[in-house]
């Protein structure tokens, strides 16, 4: 059966957020709980079918068996769903990422995304011209982000996201140290713990903007949008960072055109769960 409203679910390591999503009209509706601590698979299950039943109540029967877009932390095995990392939801480790949720909201079609990949399709979605080549880059606790080339979002193969904030901005002796053992990372330079320790200033500026020279020469976008809780905070950011990409030299490629990001960062996770899983619910089966 062919839909045009799916239910989006974006798992955070704080809060869980759920959201009716219709194909042209975006996000209709959204709820939200605190996610239990670690994320027991007891817990997680009842609070997603707890929210779910929530919103079903509040818009009417006709979502009673629509598809399920869920936005995962983590990395999980692609094969069989099983969750292998999750730093901030230990418990999930070694879980069955589609078996819990098929139990959770049982009898709805449930698609399984990279919750960065799901929030740069919304971000991208949003856009007023959508550009063939893309980049989401999100700045918050981490830093984190992914592209979209040729109008296909560019997952992971491992079943999580691809970690943009370790490219390397920084080569100096005395560049910040990086939770991946390496130094000068983007992440150990501009997320929100390292700009409170070493202040928003020029240096984290150039750092910003390294970071996306390095970006515009792996995916050559035409837009790298950027979001996160660090940009609704400090904005000036993506002004500075985008003046100081333009004087880089050695350029090879065209400067792409950056941008904030059009969507709030706590509502882009859900409605690109919620939107992916239209569109993979409505794609035919692959041919034998």
């Given at each position: 059966?062919?839909?045009?409203?799916?239910?989006?679910?974006?798992?955070?390591?704080?809060?869980?957020?759920?959201?009716l999503?219709?194909?042209?009209?975006?996000?209709l509706?959204l709820?939200?709980?605190?996610?239990?601590?670690?994320?027991p698979?007891?817990g997680?299950?009842?609070?997603?079918?707890?929210l779910?039943?929530?919103?079903?109540?509040?818009v009417?029967p006709?979502?009673?068996?629509?598809?399920?877009?869920v936005?995962?932390?983590?990395?999980?095995?692609?094969?069989?769903t099983?969750?292998e990392?999750?730093?901030?939801?230990?418990?999930?480790?070694?879980?069955?990422?589609?078996e819990?949720?098929?139990s959770?909201?049982?009898?709805?079609?449930i698609?399984?995304?990279?919750?960065?990949?799901?929030?740069a399709?919304?971000?991208?979605?949003a856009?007023?011209t959508?550009?063939?080549r893309?980049?989401?880059?999100?700045?918050?606790?981490?830093?984190g982000g992914?592209?979209?080339?040729?109008?296909?979002?560019?997952?992971?193969?491992?079943?999580?996201?691809?970690?943009?904030?370790h490219?390397?901005?920084?080569?100096?002796p005395?560049?910040?140290?990086?939770?991946?053992?390496?130094?000068?990372c983007l992440?150990?330079?501009?997320?929100?713990?390292a700009?409170?320790?070493l202040?928003?200033?020029?240096m984290?500026?150039?750092?910003l903007a390294?970071?996306?020279?390095?970006?515009?020469?792996?995916?050559?976008?035409?837009?790298?949008?950027?979001g996160?809780?660090?940009?609704?905070?400090?904005?000036?950011?993506?002004?500075?960072a985008?003046?100081?990409?333009g004087?880089?030299?050695?350029?090879?490629?065209?400067t792409?055109?950056?941008?904030?990001?059009?969507?709030p960062s706590?509502?882009?996770?859900?409605?690109?769960?919620?939107?992916?899983?239209?569109?993979?619910n409505?794609r035919?089966p692959?041919?034998?």
């Open positions: 059966m062919a839909h045009d409203i799916a239910i989006g679910i974006d798992i955070g390591g704080t809060s869980i957020r759920v959201g999503v219709k194909a042209r009209r975006g996000l509706t709820r939200k709980a605190a996610t239990p601590v670690g994320g698979p007891g997680l299950r009842a609070t997603i079918t707890r779910v039943s929530k919103l079903v109540q509040s009417g006709h979502v009673a068996s629509t598809p399920v877009g936005a995962l932390p983590g990395r999980w095995r692609p094969a069989d099983v969750m990392v999750a730093v901030n939801l230990p418990a999930l480790q070694g879980v069955n990422m589609r819990l949720f098929e959770a909201l049982p009898n709805r079609p698609h399984l995304f990279p919750d960065v990949s799901a929030a399709y919304a971000q991208w979605r856009l007023d959508p550009p063939q893309f980049v989401y880059l999100t700045i918050g606790t981490g830093v992914c592209a979209i080339l040729d109008g296909r979002v560019l997952d992971s193969t491992t079943g999580g996201p691809a970690h943009l904030g490219l390397v901005v920084d080569t100096s005395d560049a910040p140290q990086c939770r991946c053992g390496a130094r000068g992440e150990a330079c501009v997320c929100g713990p700009l409170e320790r202040g928003v200033n020029e984290a500026v150039r750092r390294v970071g996306l020279q390095q970006l515009a020469h792996l995916f050559v976008p035409e837009v790298i949008a950027i996160g809780g660090v940009i609704a905070y400090r904005p000036e950011l993506v002004d500075g985008a003046g100081v990409l004087t880089l030299s050695g350029q090879l490629v065209p792409p055109r950056i941008c904030r990001a059009p969507l706590d509502e882009a996770g859900v409605i690109g769960a919620g939107l992916r899983a239209l569109e993979d409505t035919p692959a041919s034998a």
